[in-house]
């Protein structure tokens, strides 16, 4: 009876130890960004919807209640703006250096349109059938 407990204790500090050299330490890192234009009041900030790799995309607020899309891509940040529309970009995702998102040529944000951003131009994307409201 003693050999079994002794076996059992001994076991069971191998499998404690085993577990211990084997567990893996991760590290994450956090980095904030801010819009290039973005506000601090209500209503204003910076919204990240889409990364791929070092490149995020999304959007931010500003003192006069606009909504303007941005790039960055690790280490610089370009706003995107649709041509013509100055107040209500909005990019929701990203892949390379393509963006994808929505504009509004109302300040109510309706219509919506989308839109690809390709790193040098912008094509509208929008459903025939939607009704004036296409996402990307």
Do not use: E
Request: aromatic fraction near 14%; charged fraction near 5%; charge should be neutral.
């Amino acid at each position: 009876m003693k050999t079994k407990l002794t076996q059992t204790l001994v076991l069971s500090a191998l499998i404690a130890l085993s577990s211990i050299a084997h567990s893996q330490t991760y590290t994450f890192n956090f980095n904030t960004f801010d819009g290039p234009l973005a506000g601090a009041g209500p209503g204003q900030g910076t919204w990240s919807y889409g990364i791929s790799g070092n490149n995020t995309a999304g959007y931010y607020g500003n003192s006069d209640g606009g909504r303007h899309g941005f790039f960055y891509n690790g280490s610089s940040c370009i706003t995107l703006d649709y041509p013509g529309i100055s107040n209500f970009t909005q990019a929701f995702g990203v892949d390379g250096s393509n963006v994808v998102g929505m504009y509004s040529t109302s300040s109510y944000g309706t219509p919506n349109y989308g839109f690809l951003y390709n790193g040098s131009s912008y094509t509208s994307l929008n459903h025939p059938s939607a009704n004036g409201v296409t996402i990307a």
